[in-house]
């Protein structure tokens, strides 16, 4: 994004014309300006009320902050007026820019498994055999299946995925690291249309690839669909998989809270995914009810001292005879070791914050002479391999439906999401700027601190506007967007 002075009388048309050159999307006409439109006959086969017209438009900033503090943001407006952000809906387009008898399509999915992966990988096939393309294929363990001789594709049709979506995983499987742009569409050969299914790591692999064949002047419509169970994507509501985690994260602390409190002194700690971002802990801490400690990325808390964590649980303990504390993955990493260790994607490999708050707490209630049962559940892998429910189930149909209805009228480098109850096209870039995180100073968290009715584990609120202000991530969040 281009800085803007707000001094300029000029600022709003121009932040206004900065916006909408951003989130253009790209067409398969940029590059191939002579490409044959055809039309379609989805519409006519569905027996679809109409076609989306190119010029609908689904609003992304919906609320006009009449005042900041009101909307518990920082408004880059002084006035904070309303300024319309439109993005482009999703759906069929009366023209189409593939013959689908021409058309092999391939789906790849990467990353770490999250529900609804079957449920989307399911949709985008059957979406496709309605526009009338036989050629369909799965492409094995991730982007390592374009360069692995071992891994062949994986041919896909209707009988293939017609009951996949009753179970979670991912049919194709998936996996982390693997070959370079360069290899991967070498290894593309007749793909012209390539569906991406993963988080912010494997959709700046779907965007490079989509430059590459620009580059090299190949028709291929690349079409990514958000796959992040942290919830951590920009602009959307939110993405498929998200509420199972909640869902299934809420059986996690019920079982922690039971086993707390049935114990004496019983404390029961719960690890939650969100690396960079605590929604899920924030949302099932809310949903459950039971948790007194919610602890998040975004929010540095003090473990030790008169202010900290376990100081609040030897009060719990005093007051209710137990305690349930929900930490997010990415939590309290400056009291762990830095090794410095990255995966095969080059993501850092994070230390156990649940194991060091369940060792920390069981030392400090033996230091202190007081009994306490602590019990750690990391339910990770369980949460990730559960099938979709029947929210998510919903999403994904329609994020896979959509996903071809775009690839069809010939948009690439662009993924699909829900956006203020709508769904929307954007261009990859903007999704994957950075990692979207619960603001500290949201009604939200806010709403999510009333229910545990934690005290705040630094002084850390009264400092906020300084110590949060000044962190580069809230900067980066508080870009224009
Ligand atoms: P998750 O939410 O599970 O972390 P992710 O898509 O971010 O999903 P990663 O393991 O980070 O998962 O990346 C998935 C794939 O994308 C890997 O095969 C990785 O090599 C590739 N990838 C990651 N970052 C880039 C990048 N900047 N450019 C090209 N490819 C990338
Ligand atoms: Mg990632």
Redesign the pocket.
Known sequence: ATAIDLSDPEWKLKYQRDFEERFNIPHITDAFPDAEAIPSTFCLKMRSPTYINNKDRVLLKVINYSSPASAGAVCIDPDCTWIEQWVQRAGPRENIYFRPEDVKAAIVT???LCPGLNDVIRLIVITLEIYGVKNIVGIPF??RGFSDKNLPEIPLSRKVVQNIHLSGGSLLGV????PT?TEIVDSMERINMLFVL????????AN?IHNECVKRRMKVAVVGVP??IDNDILHMDKTFGFDTAVEEAQRAINSAYIEAHSAYHGIGVVKLMGRSSGFIAMQASLASGQVDICLIPEVPFNFHGPDGVLKHLNYLIETKGSAVVCVAEGAGQSFLENTNAK?A???KVLGDIGVHIQQETKKYFKEIGVAADVKYIDPTYMIRAVRANASDGILCTVLGQNAVHGAFAGYSGITVGIINNHYAYLPIPEVIAYDKSVDPNSRMWHRCLTSTGQPDFCNFYPHFSQSIKSSTKYKKNQKIS
Not at 198 to 205: E, I, K, Q, R, V
């Open positions: 990467c990353g770490g991730g982007y996996s982390r690291g693997g742009v993963g988080g912010n790591g494997t959709h700046a692999g490079a796959k992040t995966d994607s080059g993501n």
